[in-house]
């Protein structure tokens, strides 16, 4: 290994030899440029394709939450419409057997009479 690094020490440095150098460092620099750039490109598309992809995203979660509104709407319409419907059933539950006219006995008066046509008659 000595012996390598004495033989790339004693390397004349030369004009020539500096713009080979040189010349190999811009080709570098400039492929390094090159693919950078496609990179870049690359990068800035799918930048792109992601800020359409939230909005997307964005447009479905609020029309999916503007749809949640709704039925949350409609389901408190609907409970106030039973909680309207089970006072209504109770006040005709309570009406019906305010109406009922129970009889407890037939007057003496009827016995006499068809029993069927008198209550008939009574309503």
Same mark, same amino acid.
């Given at each position: 290994? /000595? %012996? %390598?690094?004495? +033989? $790339? ?9 500096? =713009?080979?150098?040189? $010349?190999t460092?811009?080709?570098?620099? /400039?492929?390094? @440029? +090159? ?5 870049? @490109?690359?990068? #800035?598309l799918?930048? $792109? ?9 964005? #447009?479905?979660?609020?029309?999916? %939450?503007?749809e949640?509104? =709704?039925?949350?709407? @409609?389901?408190? =319409?609907?409970q =106030? @419409?039973?909680? *309207?419907? #089970?006072? +209504?059933? *109770?006040?005709? %539950?309570?009406?019906? #057997?305010?109406? &009922? ?6 007057? !003496? +008066? /009827? /016995?006499? *009479? &068809? ?6 008659? !009574?309503?």
């Amino acid at each position: 290994m /000595a %012996a %390598a690094s004495s +033989q $790339g020490d004693n390397v004349p440095v030369t004009r020539t030899f500096l =713009e080979s150098l040189f $010349g190999t460092l811009r080709d570098d620099f /400039a492929t390094l @440029k +090159q693919d950078i750039t496609v990179d870049m @490109k690359d990068i #800035q598309l799918n930048i $792109g394709d992601l800020g359409l992809w939230v909005d997307s995203l964005e #447009q479905t979660t609020n029309s999916q %939450a503007e749809e949640l509104e =709704e039925y949350h709407r @409609k389901l408190l =319409e609907l409970q =106030e @419409k039973n909680v *309207e419907h #089970q006072y +209504q059933l *109770e006040d005709l %539950a309570n009406g019906s #057997q305010c109406s &009922n006219i129970c009889i407890r006995g037939v007057p !003496l +008066q /009827a /016995a006499s *009479e &068809n029993l069927e046509d008198y209550v008939i008659r !009574l309503f």
